[in-house]
């Protein structure tokens, strides 16, 4: 505890430190909705350091592919396949509640998941793992009931397909006991556990010190103590883009909710500490 309240203390001092801010441009922005009846307004835009945002309400339209004079064209809504590869990072905004676009875009290498989605294509799900580094899905991200998923796929269509997905480069970030948690589990994909930064497999107090401790070497502009023993991605429990001592402190709410028995509803945590 007096650890803890030490790293505190220290990590309180640098709060006040300027942090670096993004001064990125915007390059284009295009429009996604579905254009159906739920009066979907969906936009992207990307700016110069390779970030697709995608924000607005509703539906994204389902992207495929077109013939053209016998010609197979792909279907999305970017300027040229130049235009595409300039895309390092996609952020889903809460609001959009369908998304459809990840395996258009080849060289994204973290795709980030909100709250409000309601449907994916469990396919198009699974294969940003061929490509794609990182993938985050926020607590209450949609990916169908694990029931439903594990009765549509046959225990021989599961084994194939952890047979593929064992070759995927993509980790995925979700939250201990979701339905993410589960169906990502149940696909055979590589699963991170948001707020385990040690990956020892446990959400406790050595991981809220740790996060600590990263926050204070970073505003301090400091070397990172034990740079390979930790995952900086699983330290933004938030997903806000920053690690801040709230981090932490929604490690120990989710830790101290864990110890007393109870069922810890990730999306209050972070509700509560925002």
């Known amino acids: 505890m007096k650890k803890t309240t030490a790293i505190l203390t220290a990590?309180?001092?640098?709060?006040?430190?300027a942090m670096p801010v993004s001064a990125a441009e915007e390059v284009y922005r295009v429009n996604c909705s579905s254009f159906g009846a739920d009066g979907s307004d969906v936009w992207a835009s990307l700016d110069t350091d390779g970030v697709l945002t995608v924000s607005g309400t509703g539906g994204m339209d389902s992207f495929?592919?077109?013939f053209d004079d016998d010609e197979i064209s792909p279907d999305y809504p970017w300027k040229s396949s130049e235009d595409a590869n300039l895309i390092k990072k996609i952020v889903v905004e809460e609001g959009v509640t369908h998304f459809d676009m990840v395996w258009q875009t080849p060289e994204a290498k973290s795709v980030y998941l909100p709250n409000s989605l309601k449907t994916i294509d469990l396919f198009e799900f699974i294969s940003m793992g061929e490509e794609t580094e990182k993938v985050f899905c926020a607590p209450q991200t949609f990916l169908g009931?694990?029931?439903?998923?594990?009765?549509?796929?046959?225990?021989?269509?599961?084994?194939?397909?952890?047979?593929?997905?064992?070759?995927?480069?993509?980790?995925?970030?979700?939250?201990?006991?979701?339905?993410?948690?589960?169906?990502?589990?149940?696909m055979g994909l590589k699963i991170k556990n948001m707020g385990d930064i040690n990956?020892?497999?446990?959400?406790?107090?050595?991981d809220a010190e740790m996060i600590l401790a990263l926050f204070a070497d970073m505003?301090?502009?400091?070397?990172?103590?034990?740079?390979?023993?930790?995952?900086?991605?699983?330290?933004?429990?938030?997903?806000d883009g920053k690690i801040y001592i709230k981090d932490?402190?929604?490690?120990?709410?989710?830790?101290?909710?864990?110890?007393?028995?109870m069922e810890p509803e990730w999306n209050n945590?972070?509700?509560?500490?925002s």
Not at 11 to 17: D, K, L, N, S
Not at 248 to 258: G, R, W
């Open 269 to 273: 945590i972070i509700e509560k500490h």
């Open 11 to 17: 990590a309180a001092m640098t709060a006040a430190m």
């Open 248 to 261: 932490a402190a929604e490690v120990l709410d989710y830790y101290a909710q864990n110890s007393a028995g």
């Open 199 to 206: 990956s020892d497999g446990q959400i406790d107090l050595s």
């Open 145 to 186: 009931d694990p029931d439903e998923i594990e009765n549509e796929l046959t225990p021989e269509k599961i084994e194939v397909l952890k047979k593929k997905t064992a070759e995927f480069i993509s980790t995925y970030y979700v939250y201990k006991g979701t339905d993410a948690e589960k169906a990502v589990s149940l």
């Open 64 to 66: 495929g592919f077109f």
């Open 219 to 239: 505003a301090a502009g400091a070397e990172t103590n034990n740079a390979e023993a930790i995952d900086k991605d699983a330290a933004d429990t938030d997903l």
